[in-house]
């Protein structure tokens, strides 16, 4: 069995409205069931986009979101449903490193202030020498001087700070470690470090990781296992190097090529599937694939209308797409204008979009004479004549992405999908 | 003759009763019409300070600028305040890092873009108004007339970096300067926006100064490429040529030293060691030697000379460099 396993789980934020009666006026559908499984010793890389999901989910696995539906089975134990006393403890064997390394160590604490709180809280070490000695262990571990004890957080640099915040999730001796997003505030030269330190961490201490991150070659480089969500849900998941061999949802795609990479010759051969417009809000998901409004591929049938489920396609590759083997056959081609269309996630509007897509791609003379794979797909040095293209997709796809705000109350609230989670977190106010 | 050629750029800010900081200590480069060329470096390199001294939107007090900018003939540094506020916005244009913060958040979008179009192109009410929607539309921003009306925070992140872009290029500037634009946004809207810039140096033929930290981005978009370190350019050369062959230690171990989606996986990176803070004044030696791997006694007897020992026109400021022979796999 699984060390961790998450079933369905949703976190929804509410919506608040009014100053004095907090009236919900809707959602923020920042989690919406996601279900997977991470086996001991291994690495479980989640990525996507800002607003995607994914710190809420890495947050409710540690209850630090309330979980709204669903289960985090850790270890045979449901920690979902765990009264807040016994899940304090079990925090132990399940810890974080967070983001912003200065952000998260308080700049009042000195270092062994902040390593040995959590341990006299967990009841680790009968007294404060021998907390200091298991200090002075693990900050060897992780390559500070022991001198470091009696500093402060300012004292040292970013990549250092970072270090101390894995110190700290160490000296509880954690099974599971939740690093979200443990490198993105450092600089290149720096990140190396930190990810070979995890990685040697890892070995040596048979960790379990879940890494959160944006950076998809990150991810790939320290993960096994990697899903990338969207909106609020896995779109995809698969092991790490047949998911990069061989993407299969139409976002993966798009995602991984739009990954700059640092190699010329790679930069100019290669085909970037541009996206068109922007997430739409989580506070009012389309309908259906929540994909299906970006979609390059989407068909008129099925995907404004039924989402789908996350389904092994063998290999463990799982896919939540309706048409990936057509996609792959070739028998469903992309549709420009289709793809970029409907984005109010009513499904009327999306039918609609189809229709009217569709007139324009007969009489829109690139998307009629344009080869198979053209309308989107635009080579890194293309002819000026496929950028024209690019451009003509470029605005439509922007218009499509307006239609967002066309609820301007909910726009209000979530013009962004990570400000409004924010907000709804903090105050009534949002 | 290039449109903008820098020659030993160096800022210093000064405090009392503190040490002198330099940022930037004696950089050089050039840029021609149509061109986009890279600046790339760590945090703390100087590489935003320098643009900030090309733009003259540095302090006067408390800094200390040296050197020579040559924007078309003239010298940006010593030109009169007046003069510049001319040049700004008309011949040259800045792209920001952070789109909200650098958009003015209780104006809405079409004052502050039509706000230029009234300083340098004069144009008033409804032909400013037509002018700024049709700049709107041209970067893809739909619906303009009515994206005018509305204020920065209505806005997604692509697309107020796709407004700012509009008011750079409203003015039809010779050079763009462009400071991290795309390093708040995600990978998607990134591609988005760089396609944008590839655009506009290819129809206009702009001149684009490329301010970044992500080398991705770097091979991708810029013919000629600066790495900096430390206040200083440490390698120079096409991009083609600076990826086949790093040549600084620095760059070599910076390319190294960053996951590749392409790359087989299992493999451990190869990180430089120590960080930004264990550095030496570039007057003392070779500001990168603390971290270097190549190291030698050599390398502490003054700053180290352009020299270049690969290909003509690949500058490197290294007394030991990476060379075919000495090539550790990377």
């Not at chain 1, 160590?105 to 202030?113: D, K």
């Not at chain 2, 506009?200 to 790495?227: F, K, P, R, S, Y």
């Amino acid at each position: 069995m699984s060390l961790l396993e998450l079933d369905d789980v949703k976190v929804h934020f509410p919506v608040k409205k009014g100053l004095f009666f907090d009236r919900t006026v809707g959602h923020v559908y920042a989690v919406d069931g996601v279900s997977l499984s991470i086996e001991a010793g291994q690495t479980y890389g989640l990525v996507g986009e800002s607003g995607c999901g994914k710190t809420t989910l890495g947050r409710a696995v540690l209850r630090l979101n309330d979980i709204t539906d669903g289960g985090v089975v850790f270890d045979g134990t449901d920690l979902a449903k765990l009264p807040s006393e016994e899940m304090r403890a079990f925090r132990r064997r399940l810890q974080m490193v967070f983001q912003d390394p200065l952000g998260s160590l308080n700049p009042r604490q000195n270092i062994e202030s902040i390593l040995s709180e959590g341990m006299a809280a967990h009841g680790i070490g009968k007294d404060q020498t021998e907390r200091r000695e298991k200090i002075k262990d693990i900050l060897a571990k992780v390559g500070l001087p022991s001198n470091a004890l009696s500093r402060y957080p300012h004292e040292f640099s970013g990549g250092q700070r970072q270090r101390i915040g894995i110190a700290r999730a160490l000296v509880l001796e954690p099974d599971v470690i939740i690093c979200d997003e443990p490198v993105s505030a450092l600089d290149v030269s720096v990140q190396a470090q930190v990810i070979n330190l995890l990685e040697e961490l890892q070995e040596s201490l048979g960790l379990t990781y879940l890494v959160i991150a944006h950076d998809l070659a990150v991810v790939r480089h320290i993960s096994d296992v990697i899903g990338v969500m969207y909106l609020g849900g896995l779109v995809e998941e698969a092991p790490s190097d047949a998911l990069y061999a061989k993407p299969r949802h139409p976002y993966t795609k798009a995602l991984m090529s739009a990954v700059p990479v640092p190699d010329p010759e790679v930069e100019d051969r290669r085909e970037r599937i541009l996206l068109h417009g922007d997430l739409p809000s989580p506070a009012n998901p389309p309908a259906g694939c929540r994909f299906h409004t970006r979609c390059p591929w989407v068909q008129e049938t099925k995907c404004a209308t039924e989402r789908p489920p996350l389904l092994d396609t063998g290999d463990g590759h799982k896919v939540a797409c309706h048409f990936t083997a057509e996609i792959e056959a070739g028998t469903v081609k992309q549709t420009l204008a289709t793809g970029i269309e409907a984005v109010t996630g009513t499904e009327t509007v999306a039918a609609e979009a189809v229709e009217v897509s569709e007139g324009e791609t007969e009489t829109e003379v690139p998307a009629a004479d344009a080869p198979e794979k053209a309308p989107v797909t635009v080579p890194a040095q293309a002819d000026a004549d496929a950028k024209e293209k690019a451009a003509a997709a470029e605005e439509t796809g922007a218009k499509a992405s307006d239609a967002t705000d066309v609820e301007k109350e909910t726009a209000d609230a979530t013009d962004e999908a990570s400000g409004a989670t924010e907000k709804a977190e903090g105050s009534p106010k949002a | 003759m290039s449109l903008l050629s820098v020659e030993e750029l160096s800022v210093t800010f000064t405090a009392r009763g503190r040490k002198d900081a330099t940022a930037v200590d004696g950089v050089s480069f050039a840029v021609d019409q149509g061109q986009v060329v890279g600046l790339v470096g760590e945090s703390g390199c100087g590489k935003s300070v320098t643009s900030l001294a090309l733009m003259g939107l540095l302090p006067r007090k408390g800094v200390r600028i040296g050197g020579r900018a040559e924007f078309d003939g003239q010298n940006l540094l010593t030109m009169s305040e007046r003069k510049l506020r001319d040049m700004r916005g008309s011949q040259l244009a800045m792209i920001f890092q952070d789109p909200l913060s650098s958009l003015n958040p209780v104006v809405p979008i079409g004052i502050q873009v039509t706000e230029i179009l009234e300083r340098h192109r004069g144009l008033k009410g409804e032909k400013a108004r037509k002018e700024a929607a049709s700049l709107l539309d041209r970067v893809g921003i739909p619906d303009p007339a009515r994206r005018l009306k509305e204020y920065p925070h209505q806005l997604s992140g692509g697309m107020r970096q796709r407004a700012l872009i509009a008011m750079a290029v409203a003015c039809a500037p010779r050079l763009l300067i462009a400071d991290e634009p795309t390093t708040a946004l995600d990978v998607t809207i990134q591609a988005q926006i760089l396609e944008l810039l590839k655009e506009l140096v290819d129809q206009e033929g702009t001149a684009l100064l490329m301010i970044t930290h992500d080398l991705g981005v770097v091979a991708g978009l810029c013919d000629e490429v600066n790495v900096l370190y430390a206040g200083r350019a440490v390698e120079s050369a096409g991009r083609r040529e600076l990826f086949a062959h790093p040549t600084h230690p620095y760059a070599h171990g910076l390319l190294g030293s960053i996951p590749r989606l392409d790359a087989p996986r299992g493999e451990p990176l190869n990180p430089i060691r120590g960080s930004i803070n264990d550095k030496i004044a570039w007057a003392d030696g070779c500001a990168f030697a603390p971290r270097c791997d190549h190291y030698t006694m050599e390398c502490l007897t003054g700053t180290p000379e352009l020299t270049e020992p690969r290909t003509a026109g690949h500058q490197v400021r290294c007394v030991n460099p990476v060379l075919p022979t000495a090539e550790v796999p990377a």
